[in-house]
């Protein structure tokens, strides 16, 4: 038991990481009842769904998923998540905005965009499922709010962040206890940066929503942003639409989720083109994030991710 | 050599770790142009003429209020030569728990000084915690070494008054270097600087891409914590049975004999799985699926280890706790204990000393222990656990305490007591500590 093993079998990076992420979904399922993967068919919770698969391995993913759906989506990235889903024979609940705003507990904001209308049918999902554990792909790397997450994140009742009362963190040591009604929040991402998922995509192989990969498409131009038609809107007056190759570097809500101008056909491109960019993804393609120096955290403290 | 480095930053209140920070990744082009750009915009907003690189980390609305750091943030930055993830940990005296989970992962943290003040009493608090914690390797950073006209002999002064403090919780000092720095200037983080000729060391970045890294214990005995128990109950596995975990200790290959504890049954194992496939060894720090000889009865929180080289297995605990909830600590409190993958009942029996990061000394019996304070204690289990000594090993020597009520976290555990023990009477408060007893000397490690 002594023996010292060749450094060419201890782990890479990437290694590590997918290490702790599974490490971090067996913890979950040994100490919750009702835990639940947040996914939407984007890259990062497409990883997040594939650690998992590993993580049971070849037992099935114990969890169900649920998507929160703007109506605002991509229509390849919908067809992406069904087909997903079937594939693995997995369970998915679809919680839509619409839903929420046809019955009147939510009301269409001025601006059209739904991405801070997720929060409501979220938290009353998780209420209404009883999910105490919910994972979520979120990195610390993309936004300053998101750096000072943990990886095991309790909300109130109300699925309220207080960063300020959040549990100091120890070693690989979680604390999941949680009081009736209130429910933690599990990053298995958290330590991933945007190369590193690109990075593990090419080394897995993993299949992505074809947006994510250049395209031609029809876009205009709003805030220094491409932004797409679709039901959330068009071209105002001024904005012309105009056929251009671009990709997706985060896939959200339509109208406030923007392409990139891109020639990175394949992962070998992307990842060249992520390594060189000057941007981070979140600010070159959200128009969310740009509101004021503290969305993220306004939006994290009512519940949002 | 390794190519990932985990770190954590330390100091007092405005001695300018943001600012170290943000220039560690401004000038490693971490920054990219759009939040580069969001800092210049929220700088002029404020009135200031050159750009607040701080505004890089502080995230919190209310730390950028008040110009501190409130949260532990997590930084991740490369360069050709390594990754690094860093945890940038609180200055201010009440968030010295959020030192205490930047440590509890690092392999090296780097502890600032401002220039003009030297090592105060915040800079002893953090190094203690930091030994205490086992981070392997120290940096002192003497800041703002502009402001005192880069002047040798009061670097020389505060690093030495360190090394000795450092030496006496047990430290080598090849494990601790000093750095003369300026966050805001730029002196010495990325770029050598020619305002202190006479400094021949490396810069702060050198340091951290060059310094070795302390690999996962792969030489120390097989430990494994059960997570899971992977049952597909599919035509296809239908008796498959593995035990899923992560390797906390050593390494394993099919054919070794094992103990499951705290039952102590005995088997061997058949297979190491992955969802990659079969594994001919796997080492710590790998998170894997074994597959043993023999159906016997194992669930989440038992333990399996190489077959003789064991850890006790007791219901009798003596710990070194860092206390970080506002209520205090008194004996007799009935709390939950958090070791590996088990929770079990605890109560805390004895307060043996309360460890003065001041004197590096102790105070034997105290009443309670407060928040940010550390101590020794005894606690008794409600059922036997199998534990290792903290110096042994970090993964199986830690455990929380947790409170039953509300579920939260009340302190980090230490199995033993990885401090040196000290000599009060040779301790001053002044800092200058050559003498220690040495035959309780452990050196922080892993």
């Not at chain 1, 099935?60 to 989506?73: A, E, I, Q, S």
């Not at chain 1, 009301?107 to 919910?134: M, Y």
């Not at chain 2, 989970?101 to 608090?125: H, W």
């Not at chain 2, 307060?351 to 550390?374: A, G």
């Amino acid at each position: 038991m002594t023996a010292k093993i060749a450094t060419s079998t201890a782990l890479d990076t990437l290694g590590r990481l997918e290490s702790e992420a599974i490490h971090i979904f067996r913890e979950v399922a040994g100490e919750f009842d009702r835990p639940v993967i947040l996914f939407s068919g984007g890259k990062d919770s497409t990883l997040l769904l594939h650690l998992a698969i590993k993580a049971f391995y070849p037992a099935p993913v114990p969890f169900p998923l649920l998507h929160v759906d703007t109506g605002h989506n991509f229509d390849e990235v919908i067809e992406f998540r069904d087909r997903v889903v079937a594939q693995h024979g997995l369970r998915l609940e679809v919680a839509k905005v619409q839903d929420w705003i046809d019955d009147g507990r939510l009301e269409e904001r001025p601006d059209g965009t739904r991405n801070p209308l997720q929060t409501v049918p979220l938290l009353d999902s998780i209420t209404q499922h009883k999910f105490d554990a919910v994972f979520g792909g979120g990195r610390r790397d993309e936004e300053r709010a998101r750096a000072k997450e943990r990886i095991f994140s309790l909300r109130t009742a109300f699925g309220q962040w207080d960063p300020k009362r959040q549990r100091p963190e120890l070693w690989n040591l979680y604390n999941g206890r949680h009081r009736a009604g209130e429910h933690v929040r599990v990053f298995p991402l958290s330590n991933w940066t945007e190369l590193d998922v690109w990075n593990y995509i090419e080394r897995e192989g993993i299949e992505l929503p074809d947006i994510y990969y250049s395209h031609e498409r029809e876009v205009f131009l709003r805030d220094g942003m491409w932004l797409a038609e679709g039901p959330w809107g068009t071209a105002r007056e001024g904005e012309t639409l105009q056929r251009k190759v671009v990709r997706y570097r985060t896939v959200g809500d339509g109208s406030c989720t923007g392409a990139v101008e891109s020639d990175a056909a394949d992962i070998h491109a992307v990842i060249a083109e992520v390594a060189a960019s000057r941007l981070t993804e979140r600010g070159a393609t959200r128009a969310d994030d740009r509101l004021s120096e503290a969305a993220m955290e306004d939006r994290k403290r009512e519940g949002y991710f | 050599m390794s190519d990932l480095l985990r770190l954590a930053t330390a100091g007092s209140v405005d001695d300018g770790k943001s600012t170290l920070v943000g220039r560690l990744l401004y000038d490693t082009k971490s920054v990219l142009a759009d939040t580069l750009d969001a800092v210049h915009r929220a700088s002029a907003d404020r009135g200031l003429a050159t750009p607040d690189l701080s505004l890089l980390v502080d995230g919190l609305r209310s730390e950028r209020e008040q110009g501190i750091t409130i949260d532990v943030a997590y930084r991740y930055f490369a360069t050709p030569k390594r990754s690094f993830v860093l945890a940038d940990t609180p200055g201010h005296v009440q968030y010295t728990r959020n030192t205490v989970t930047g440590a509890s992962t690092a392999q090296l943290a780097v502890l600032l000084v401002d220039a003009r003040k030297g090592v105060i009493e915040q800079t002893r608090r953090h190094a203690a915690v930091l030994a205490l914690l086992g981070v392997p390797r120290l940096v002192l950073a003497v800041n703002k070494i502009d402001l005192v006209d880069y002047d040798e002999v009061t670097f020389s002064r505060i690093a030495k008054e360190f090394t000795a403090h450092a030496t006496a919780l047990g430290y080598t000092e090849d494990a601790v270097v000093e750095i003369p720095v300026s966050a805001l200037a730029g002196d010495n983080v990325v770029e050598k600087s020619a305002n202190t000729p006479w400094y021949e060391g490396p810069t702060l970045l050198e340091h951290l891409e060059n310094v070795p890294v302390e690999p996962d214990p792969h030489d120390a005995p097989f430990r494994f914590p059960v997570q899971y128990v992977i049952r597909p109950r599919t035509a296809e596995h239908l008796d498959y049975r593995g035990y899923a975990g992560l390797v906390a200790a050593g390494t394993i290959k099919p054919g070794d004999e094992i103990v499951v504890l705290p039952s102590g049954r005995r088997s061997t194992v058949t297979k190491i799985d992955t969802a990659d496939g079969e594994l001919t060894e796997a080492a710590a720090g790998q998170s894997v699926t074994l597959l043993l000889a023999d159906d016997i009865d194992i669930s989440r929180g038992d333990l399996i280890s190489v077959a003789g080289n064991e850890p006790k297995v007791t219901d009798e605990l003596d710990a070194t706790l860092c206390w970080l909830a506002e209520k205090p600590l008194r004996a007799g409190a009935r709390v939950l204990v958090k070791h590996g993958t088990r929770t079990v009942q605890a109560m805390v029996t004895e307060l043996r000393d309360r460890f003065d990061e001041q004197k590096l000394s102790s105070v034997d019996s105290p009443s309670s222990l407060e928040l940010n304070e550390i101590g020794r204690v005894a606690l008794r289990l409600a059922e036997p656990v199998p534990l290792d000594d903290y110096s042994f090993s970090r993964r199986t020597g830690s455990f929380l305490v947790i409170d039953a009520a509300d579920g939260s976290t009340l302190a980090a555990g230490l199995v033993g007591a990885p401090l040196p023990e000290l000599d009060a009477a040779s301790c001053t408060e002044g800092g200058d500590i050559a003498a220690q007893d040495d035959r309780a000397l452990v050196s922080p490690g892993p």
